[in-house]
């Protein structure tokens, strides 16, 4: 977060929000299900589930104030 003084009664407010800045991914398991896996050389070994968290955001903001 910035804030300027343009003038005694003029302001201005700049900031940002960083969200998995780095954009870690956090993969999710196969439903848990253990026994029915594909094994070596089947058709799915080795596939992710799907992605648990949310991917990167980032938000800017530019306030005025007067």
């Known amino acids: 977060m910035k804030d300027w003084k343009?003038?005694?009664q003029?302001?201005?407010?700049?900031?940002?929000?960083f969200f998995n800045l780095f954009n870690r991914h956090v993969f999710g398991d196969n439903n848990g299900a253990y026994a029915t896996e594909p094994t070596f050389g089947q058709p799915?070994?080795?596939e992710v589930g799907a992605?648990?968290?949310n991917p990167r955001v980032i938000q800017f903001g530019?306030?005025?104030k007067w």
């Open 44 to 46: 799915g070994f080795g």
């Open 10 to 17: 003029y302001g201005l407010n700049f900031h940002a929000d």
């Open 62 to 64: 530019l306030k005025v």
């Open 51 to 53: 992605q648990v968290n």
């Open 6 to 8: 343009i003038k005694e």
